[in-house]
């Protein structure tokens, strides 16, 4: 997304627009799309910095956590950034003959700190067992029989 310098002559423009990442930034990410990206917020310059304030809001879709089928998460990111440019002018995020800022660095990085480390849209594992394993609880907990003897040999270390 970027954002048109010129606009900001008296020091600050709003910002209320849809947002689009590029696909490329989903290559090596948990993320699997983007829908509904909006960006409501505000840009101004403060000394030789353009400060970053709003909310992007939107729909993530990742795998879910149990049965690894797409689902979409909606988040609601708060964004304060502080844009150096100084920086940005040896980057060459900014473009000098057009006046514009490239802030999809910044929205992607709040993007992915949102991004949950397990998500499922059902509460309780709906599946209890598999090839070789079983999901135990405290009311069905049953040693496993193949540690029986071992359960006795640390019995009697404790005598």
């Given amino acids: 997304m970027n954002l048109d310098l010129n606009k900001m ?5 709003s910002i209320d627009a849809q947002v689009i990442i590029p696909s490329s930034y989903l290559v090596d990410s948990q993320i699997k799309g983007l829908k509904n990206l909006k960006l409501v917020g505000k ?41 150096d440019l100084g920086d940005l002018k040896s980057n060459k995020i900014i473009k000098k003959s057009e006046n514009v800022l490239d ?13 949950p480390i397990s998500y499922s849209k059902t509460k309780e594992v709906e599946i209890k067992q598999g090839d ?20 006795e040999l640390l019995d009697k270390g404790k005598e």
């Fill in 9 to 13: 002559r008296n020091g600050s423009m």
């Fill in 43 to 83: 840009a101004y310059y403060e000394d030789d910095n353009i400060i970053l304030e709003g909310i992007l809001s939107g729909i993530i879709v990742l795998l879910d956590s149990y049965s690894l089928d797409l689902i979409d998460y909606k988040f609601e990111s708060q964004i304060d950034q502080i844009i």
């Fill in 103 to 115: 802030i999809t660095d910044v929205l992607w990085q709040n993007i992915v700190l949102e991004v």
């Fill in 132 to 151: 070789g394993w079983q999901l135990k609880d405290k009311e069905t907990h049953q040693d496993d029989p193949r540690l029986a003897k071992l359960a």
